[in-house]
Every structure is written in C-alpha cells, then in structure tokens.
T-cell receptor
Framework: KAGVTQTPRYLIKTRGQQVTLSCSPI?????VSWYQQTPGQGLQFLFE???????NKGNFPGRFSGRQFSNSRSEMNVSTLELGDSALYLCASSSTGGSGYEQYFGPGTRLTVT | AQSVTQPDIHITVSEGASLELRCNYS??????LFWYVQSPGQGLQLLLKYFSGDTLVQGIKGFEAEFKRSQSSFNLRKPSVHWSDAAEYFC???????????FGTGTSLTVIP
C-alpha cells in the first residue's frame, strides 16, 4: 500500500497570501488529521476529518480551515498568512478514526512565510 | 487540561548504551499512549502504543515502554542504542473517545560512537 502523501513538500509564501495544502491518505483510510509542527510549540492538532465531516478541531484561528472529499483526500487552507504560520504541516490518516487506531503520518509540507 | 511533558529536550548517549526517554501526561482518565519517532525530513513513525492490559509494551526497533498509572508516566526504553536511533522522539496521548491527540514537545536523541 502506498503511504500518506502530501503535496507540495515545500512552499514559500508572502504574508497576507493564502495557501492550500493537500493530503492523500492511505487507501481505505477515512480519517485524516492535520498537525502543525514548529520548534517552539511541537506538534499541535489542527483538525480531523472523517467521512467528509470535521469531527474535531484544535485551538487555531479561523484562518485555518480544511475539508475532505468523498475519496478521503483532504485539503487544508490557511488564509491571510502570518510569519508565525511558518511550520511543517503534517497530515495523518487512520482507518476508522478514534484514538485507538494507529495514525500514519505523511512526510509533511514545509511552509515558509516571508 | 490535557498535556504531555517530555522533560528532556535533548539527550546524548553512546552507541551500545541503554536509553530511557521520559514522558508524563496530564489527563482526566487513562488515555491511549503512543511513542513516535521522527527522522530529519520525515513524518512520524509509530514505535509502540498502549491501550490496556500489560503495562509493559514492546514496539519496533527494539523499543519498549512502561505505563505507570500512579506516576502518569509512559517512559520509553531501549537496552542498547544504535547509531540509527538518532532522531526526534515524541510521546502522545489520545482520548479514548474521539480522535484527538496531544503530543509532547519531543526529545532529540544524539548517538555518539
């Protein structure tokens, strides 16, 4: 089985712009979670989608949004980028959702905001 | 509030030496517990997980972890470290209902020859 893929791997944007990141889960996985990883804050949970519905949301401003498509692929969008949004954004998929199931992580998208 | 503490930001060990990485959590009930490893430029890979039962769990790459309810800890151990174990290690807790995980800030492991 192919692993979790994320595109693009690297991205450079300017403050005020918006960005869309994409995540393709492992085939058959219906749950997709997004995390922001920064040196100072570690991994912080953004949100989780299951069967096209957002089930959980972390403590991030409304500039961060996401969606999931019928094929379980997910996108996250960040509008009005700020310098502090520079981070590694990780996507993880699991088969049914629920913390009892292993999450498989993608390699991440490195976003740099200048 | 839920939180995960990894008190050691960075640890250096000699190859062949034993390793213990500490993890303490704060949670209202017994959560699911995980250890992940992240190599540079890579995503996270699950090393092991604890759901219930035997408090000593075995994982991949020769790692093990012990859940101690009284201490709210889930420390990761390896009896003999290999140079390839150099990476960032993350402890995480997950709620038993819902699908929300909380990660520690990580411990960076350096292995010296």
């Amino acid at each position: 089985k192919a692993g979790v893929t994320q595109t693009p791997r690297y991205l450079i944007k300017t403050r005020g712009q918006q960005v869309t990141l994409s995540c393709s889960p492992i085939s058959g996985h219906r749950s997709v979670s997004w995390y922001q990883q920064t040196p100072g804050q570690g991994l912080q949970f953004l949100f989780e989608y299951f069967s096209e519905t957002q089930r959980n949301k972390g403590n991030f401003p409304g500039r961060f949004s996401g969606r999931q498509f019928s094929n379980s692929r997910s996108e996250m969008n960040v509008s009005t980028l700020e310098l502090g949004d520079s981070a590694l954004y990780l996507c993880a998929s699991s088969s049914t959702g629920g913390s009892g199931y292993e999450q498989y992580f993608g390699p991440g998208t490195r976003l740099t905001v200048t | 509030a839920q939180s995960v503490t990894q008190p050691d930001i960075h640890i250096t060990v000699s190859e062949g030496a034993s390793l213990e990485l500490r993890c303490n959590y704060s949670y209202g009930a017994t959560p699911y517990l995980f250890w992940y490893v992240q190599s540079p430029g890579q995503g996270l890979q699950l090393l092991l997980k604890y759901f219930s039962g035997d408090t000593l769990v075995q994982g991949i790459k020769g790692f093990e972890a012990e859940f101690k309810r009284s201490q709210s800890s889930f420390n990761l151990r390896k009896p003999s470290v290999h140079w390839s174990d150099a990476a960032e290690y993350f402890c995480a807790v997950g709620a038993r209902t819902g699908n929300q995980f909380y990660f520690g800030t990580g411990t960076s492991l350096t292995v010296i020859p």
